[in-house]
């Protein structure tokens, strides 16, 4: 079993910077790959961003790629997910992720969700 707590969002402006946290308890963080999702109201959940077990080959959407950064220290069972120039169309509720599989862009290829934390971009 994996708890994942997400945290660090917030309202912001346009252009404007947010590092999100995630952070878990249980068993083995390091043998997970960990994803970030978002989901906007009245939209699915869409993948943003993914990261192998061992820090190595990120994965991006095309719609964040080039402004969010995403990393992780497994001394201390964290993900982040580092988000500039931030737009309104990023407003969503941002979910972290993990998987006992491989790394995935779909939400179905992972086992274990955080609550998730708002996130809202004002132009």
């Known amino acids: 079993q994996l708890q994942l707590v997400e945290s660090g969002g917030g309202l912001v402006q346009a252009g404007d910077s947010l590092r999100l946290s995630c952070a878990a308890s249980g068993r083995a963080f390091s043998t997970y790959n960990m994803g970030w999702f978002r989901q906007a109201p009245e939209k699915e959940r869409e993948f943003v961003a993914a990261?192998?077990?061992?820090?190595?080959?990120?994965y991006y959407a095309d719609s964040v790629k080039g402004r969010f950064t995403i990393s992780r220290d497994n001394s201390i069972n964290t993900v982040y997910l580092q988000m500039t120039t931030l737009k309104p169309e990023d407003t969503a509720v941002y979910y972290c992720?993990?998987?006992?599989?491989?790394?995935?862009?779909?939400?179905?290829?992972?086992?274990?969700w955080g609550q998730g934390t708002q996130v809202t971009v004002s132009s």
């Open positions: 992720a993990a998987s006992t599989g491989g790394v995935s862009y779909n939400q179905l290829g992972y086992d274990y």
């Open positions: 990261m192998t077990y061992w820090g190595g080959s990120p």
